[in-house]
């Protein structure tokens, strides 16, 4: 079956300090990728998406490539601000289960400044 | 516009008694889905509806819970005999073919069951 696996949090990091979140796959298919991230009190919303090999979703900041050969889809930011911390988490799709997203544990992120 | 939106925004019951959760979608949007968010399982898919084809319930977890959407629009998700294990924040979303992976997610009900 798939899953998705990505880092433990809480990731502490001061302000303008370079973010990674690790996120690795396995799938049966060739999925899309995503990141949501959940901001205090607000809901789930889409972060950036990459539907295929060598693809890079970017948005905010944000990067991540999807690598096939590593079945990693690892988020990135140079330099994050407080307005950051959120928790983020990374899922995937299979082109055929319309849509149905299947999400990794979730990694906190906390910026201080 | 609207977003989605989900009420009741907490729900507190008790052991045995039956829940029903509901979700407005976002306007026009055929796609309609399902999670459940908690502190052992992270996020869950449960259902998904998707138009007029059958939906795919393969993320519910027993036979007391059941959801159903009428008119291609609100839905109803119902936990009957409910147990301390269903405490969760129930979500819901909703989106729009061809984007069908961008889902935009209501604010969620959270679940309490005492």
């Known amino acids: 079956g798939n899953s998705v696996t990505q880092m433990e949090g809480p990731v502490t990091l001061s302000e303008e300090a370079f973010l990674t979140i690790n996120c690795t796959y396995t799938a049966t298919g060739y999925p899309s990728l995503f990141w949501y991230v959940q901001y205090p009190g607000e809901g789930l919303q889409l972060l950036l998406k990459?539907?295929?090999?060598?693809d890079k979703g970017s948005n905010k900041g944000f990067e991540a490539t999807y690598r096939k050969e590593t079945t990693s889809f690892h988020l990135e930011k140079g330099s994050v601000q407080v307005s950051d911390s959120a928790v983020y988490f990374c899922?995937?799709?299979?082109?055929?289960?319309?849509?149905?997203?299947?999400f990794g544990a979730g990694t906190q992120v906390v910026v201080t400044p | 516009g609207a977003g989605v939106s989900q009420s009741p925004s907490n729900k507190v019951t008790e052991k045995g008694k039956d829940v029903e959760l509901r979700c407005d979608p976002i306007?026009?949007?055929?796609?309609l889905y399902w999670y459940r968010q908690s502190l052992g399982q992270g996020l869950e898919f449960l259902i998904y509806?998707?138009?007029?084809?059958?939906?795919?319930k393969s993320g519910l977890p027993s036979d007391r819970f059941s959801a159903e959407r009428t008119g291609g629009s609100v839905s109803t998700l119902t936990i009957q005999r409910t147990q301390q294990e269903d405490s969760a924040v129930y979500l819901c979303a909703s989106s729009s073919p061809p984007r069908t992976y961008e889902q935009y997610f209501g604010p969620g009900t959270r679940l309490t069951v005492t």
């Open positions: 509806f998707q138009g007029n084809s059958a939906p795919d």
């Open positions: 899922a995937l799709s299979e082109s055929y289960s319309w849509g149905k997203l299947q």
């Open positions: 306007s026009g949007h055929t796609a």
């Open positions: 990459a539907t295929k090999a060598d």
